[in-house]
């Protein structure tokens, strides 16, 4: 039976998508998931902030870093190597990914908060503990990808959740 171009690139397309994931670096998850934690922590310290507000700040925050981080990847790094061509691009764009991906459950729990119901206290430290378990979730994801050991992951867990009490810390001292 003769493959047809539709055919033969499916499995192609799958092998590739794979060999992206497996070579994706998940750590970005873990700095983004710190991000959005430090964020919810000065927004507490601010006072009241409506809810779509808060949403849009996690989003657009970790926006900006995403698109900071792919910044300095392609004219820090790559430029100095040569001219950045749009695979270059588009490759700095997916291996940074994460770092906006992790701050969408945050966002998304605060989305949600109202269905609960939570005040607004409720709603950040809900937002802090989503980030802090999304913290400790990519820094397992991390771990397991770069074949780390069980006694490395456990490792990688147990520092990214004493980061995370750190950042909880801080809401503490700095305002309840």
Not at 53 to 64: D, F, N, Y
Not at 146 to 157: P, Y
């Amino acid at each position: 039976m003769r493959e047809t171009p539709t055919t033969a690139r499916g499995p192609a397309r799958r092998t590739r998508g794979a060999e992206r994931r497996s070579r994706a670096d998940y750590t970005g998850g873990v700095y983004g998931s710190m991000l959005a934690a430090s964020v919810v922590i000065g927004v507490g310290t601010l006072g009241s902030l409506p809810r779509v507000e808060l949403v849009a700040l996690l989003l657009l925050t970790g926006a900006v870093f995403w698109l900071a981080h792919v910044h300095a990847q392609l004219f820090g790094a790559r430029l100095a190597q040569g001219a950045v061509g749009r695979r270059a691009v588009l490759q700095v764009c997916r291996e940074e990914w994460p770092i906006l991906e992790a701050a969408v459950p945050p966002a998304a729990a605060v989305a949600i908060s109202p269905l609960l119901p939570l005040d607004m206290p409720g709603t950040l430290w809900l937002a802090l503990s989503v980030a802090v378990a999304g913290q400790v979730g990519w820094s397992l994801t991390a771990a397991a990808r770069a074949g780390a050991s069980w006694k490395q992951m456990v490792l990688s867990a147990s520092v990214n959740l004493l980061l995370g009490l750190l950042i909880i810390i801080l809401k503490i001292v700095l305002k309840e």
